[in-house]
């Protein structure tokens, strides 16, 4: 059995060999095309990260712009059927405690009541429809 140490420099070795290998591939041998690896890298990564935060903040901030849109558009239409629905309560009032619907209905409950006299009842002439 090897010592921890032999074991660790193997790793270490094999490690490195395998990154020269990796490097050499892509052409990165020289000083020159490793700074200009870095370089490009050093631009990129910053910029695709604030276009990424860029892309998220622009999305939520959207995303509550329309939210509350809709809320503020629902809130009206909320007050204009509570409006509407205290107009058509209003117009009910007024014509339930109007004189003649007050008479006919008077006239239409006597005729009920006192459906074996014929005089009682109005015409059909004059009945509601």
Request: hydrophobic share 40%; proline share 5%; glycine share 4%.
């Amino acid at each position: 059995m090897q010592a921890p140490s032999e074991i660790s420099g193997d790793y270490v070795l094999s490690w490195e060999h395998i990154l020269a290998k990796a490097l050499h591939r892509v052409r990165l041998d020289s000083v020159r095309r490793k700074i200009l690896v870095f370089s490009l890298l050093a631009t990129l990564i910053p910029s695709v990260t604030i276009g990424w935060l860029f892309y998220v903040y622009a999305n939520r901030f959207l995303t509550d712009k329309v939210a509350d849109q809709l809320r503020d558009i629902t809130g009206q239409n909320v007050r204009e059927l509570d409006l509407w629905l205290k107009e058509r309560l209003y117009e009910v009032r007024v014509f339930s405690s109007s004189y003649e619907v007050s008479e006919n209905l008077d006239t239409i409950t006597a005729c009920g009541a006192s459906s074996g006299r014929q005089n009682a009842c109005p015409p059909p002439s004059q009945r509601l429809p």
